[in-house]
């Protein structure tokens, strides 16, 4: 554990806080960034409650509760903030209620900025390979699709991009933040339209460097945009300019009728 403690070690640190006399104010938890399981912040307020009595013992005077972050902050995240609340409210209701004098606090982070951003990256370099690449047993003819210079012998090819943001800019949350990404066009995409087998890469020379390993989407080509929405939580904040590639420019946008 980085920071703070085990509720099970909490009884004792109070002990000691009394002994030195220190002032103590409350109880604040963190049920984990990207939480999975809606149930955590209930039962975090609970032992919030249990440690709240023994602070009381020791003759503290609690009155602050930080529930901390971890919210979702997209639609497609595990689990929803409506689930969250089902589960939070009545405990803070039960544990903490208005007559209990307890300021309750969040730090929410990615509930307010997930889903503000979206990235736009384009297509720097694309590469044609057969689909089923790794079982050519012929050298020869492996050489040929290696070299991509030739064209698949494979009916229907798989392609990848090379996009200029990767894993070492905006989607370090790949690695970082156990994020699963979503591609999508600009453009609407006819039902008729050929889906092909594709993976999309980022700018380094680090084959670690790799956006999706495998996605449906129409043939592109190089200069167009692919999006990336819900990019706004642990991502651009993170970037860096290994091997030379800048980070991406922020746009702000806002609907004219906002304005
Ligand atoms: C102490 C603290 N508060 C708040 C947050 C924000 O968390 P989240 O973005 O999951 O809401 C973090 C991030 O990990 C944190 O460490």
Same mark, same amino acid.
């Given at each position: 554990m980085k920071f ?6 909490a009884?004792k640190?109070? *002990? ?15 049920? $984990?960034?990207g939480?999975? *399981?809606?149930?955590?912040f209930? /039962?975090?307020?609970e ?8 602070a009381?013992?020791? $003759?503290?005077?609690f009155d602050m509760l930080?529930i901390?972050?971890?919210f979702?902050g997209?639609?497609s995240?595990a ?9 939070l ?9 208005p007559?209990?004098?307890? /300021?309750i ?20 370099a694309?590469?044609m390979v057969?689909r089923?690449?790794? *079982? ?7 050489d040929?699709?290696?070299n ?6 494979c009916e229907?090819?798989?392609?990848m991009?090379y ?20 591609p999508s ?7 008729e339209?050929?889906?092909?087998s594709t ?10 460097d790799r ?6 989407l129409? *043939? ?5 945009w ?11 904040a993170?970037?860096s300019t290994?091997n030379?590639f800048s980070?991406?420019?922020?746009y ?8």
């Open positions: 703070g403690c085990h509720p099970s070690q009884p640190l109070l *002990e000691v806080a009394a002994q030195l006399d220190l002032s103590v104010v409350g109880v604040s938890f963190h049920v $984990g960034s939480c999975l *399981e809606a149930s955590a209930a /039962r975090g307020v032992s919030a409650r249990r440690i709240f009595n023994i009381d013992q020791y $003759g503290f005077d930080d901390g972050g971890g979702p997209q639609e995240a689990i929803s903030f409506d689930e969250i609340v089902a589960d409210g009545p405990a803070l209701d039960e544990h903490f209620p007559a209990s004098g307890v /300021r606090i969040a730090e929410p982070g990615r509930y307010f900025v997930a889903s503000a951003f979206t990235v736009a990256v384009n297509i720097v694309k590469r057969a089923d690449i790794q *079982e050519f047993k012929d050298e020869e003819a492996e040929a699709v290696m991509s210079v030739a064209p698949s012998m229907e090819p798989a392609f991009y996009v200029n943001d990767g894993v070492y800019g905006s989607f370090n949350c790949l690695l970082y933040d156990h994020a699963a990404v979503t066009l600009m453009r609407d995409v006819d039902k339209e050929a889906l092909f993976s999309v890469w980022g700018p380094t020379c680090d084959g670690l956006i999706m390993e495998h996605c449906l129409p *043939e592109l080509q190089v200069g167009d692919i999006l990336f929405e819900d990019m706004g939580a642990y991502t651009m993170a970037a290994f030379g980070k991406p420019s922020c702000y946008v806002v609907d004219a009728n906002m304005w």
